[in-house]
């Protein structure tokens, strides 16, 4: 669990990193958009956008997704689930009867519209600082009636920077329960109430410290934040996506 | 499309806490879809365990407000959902209907649960019974109420028969929820106790 660092920034000056945050939380929407019932031509073409925004972010996309082992194991689990529930001509002329052809590409097919999400998301969250995106989620929630902007971005950052230290806390709780034999307890309630409480208590006490140095930053509804500037490089590059997306769901 | 922020008036103490918390629960979510505890054939995920914690510590509306942000962030795209899924998709999908479904569960258990809040900080042993059987109530009938709206779309997206559903959609993950259930339940006591000390800072 520790490889799971699809949450973490990485720090650079490429064209990636310079856009402005709201343009590339909007790219992410458009392109996880486009994936939505995609066919496997259009699923195809949105990797290699996917792939070529990484390459371009000199972002480690890859390498986080194959530490990320949970996942590719959820994806293989998608495929054999599909193969098996199915109904359909068997693979390999019969050789395993419960799985299906049509099964097999259907898993195929929903497993690699997840993996493009995921290249998407791991360079978002890699070429964009949490201030950046604290600005651009407030910016796009400020004409919403009834929406606090602030709140909401705040909150959303916030999650994005505990993710990797809960992983972490829990990744530590779990090797030091490892080392005492607590994997051999075959009780899940004991297991679950064994891995809790520390973590909510190492957690909670990190939300503390948090809440501590807000409240003694003054930190309220109009925080001071990075300048939000749109270059006409940015509005290109969101234009030529969109483009690129619509003209690959037109032709799938 | 040009925009520099100013600083101006601050939150309190209590509206950060809660926003800090809430967004805690939230990240919790995130990592409970990673957190798998193998148990028989379908292993236990620690999501939908965090989403009901939620409700029992900060009530509905702060715990509607954690599962909405959590919600935001996978539909913005982030891996924050069951297996790393993200985005609309998993809305749209014949299991968007248990995604929907955390939002009204957080608030029925929030306001349940806060049925019982006069027995929260009492130590007594028959209060601490009390303020348990509104948590579990809460967790029951919250669970009850995602796999309604969670199986009703499953049904109707996949086409399937009830009896269907119900073996595709909700048989496999009853012996997980009580599970959940049950450790929430001996949980939530230390977690309160917790809370109470980050309370005393004030």
Known sequence: MA???????TPGATAVHRMDPRFKLAALV????ATVQCGPYAALGLFFIAAFAAIAG????????????VFLLFLVGIILVRGAVTPGPAVFNGAIPWFSVN???????ISWRL????????VFTGATRTSGVFSAVRWYFKPIPFMDGARAAMMLTLMMRFIPIILD???SIKEAQRSRGLENRKNPVYRITRLIPPLMERTFTRAQDLTLALVSRNFGPNPTSRGLHARK??????????SLCAGLRVLD | MNENIGEENAFSFTQIRNMVLGALMAALMAVGAYIAIPVGPVPIVLQNMFVMMAGLILGPWWGAASVGIYMLAGILGMPVFSGGGAGLVQFMGPTGGYLFAYLPAVVLIGLISGQGKNYHDNPAAGAVTKAMVYDVLAMVLGSALVYAIGVSRLKSMAGFSWGKAWAVGMAPFLIGDVIKIAANASLI??????????????
């Not at chain 1, 000199?58 to 082992?69: C, D, E, H, L, S």
């Not at chain 2, 006591?189 to 004030?202: A, H, P, Q, T």
């Open chain 1, 233 to 242: 490089t940015d509005w290109l590059y969101l234009l030529l996506l969109f």
């Open chain 1, 115 to 122: 993996f493009v999400v995921l290249i998407a998301s791991a």
């Open chain 1, 58 to 69: 000199k972002i480690p996309a890859f390498t986080m997704i194959r530490n990320a082992q």
């Open chain 1, 30 to 33: 458009v392109l996880s958009l």
């Open chain 2, 189 to 202: 006591v230390g977690i309160r106790n917790m809370l109470r000390r980050f309370k005393s800072d004030e």
């Open chain 1, 169 to 171: 806390e829990a990744d």
């Open chain 1, 3 to 9: 490889g799971v660092n699809l949450f973490v920034y």
């Open chain 1, 103 to 109: 099964g097999l590409e259907d898993g195929l097919l």
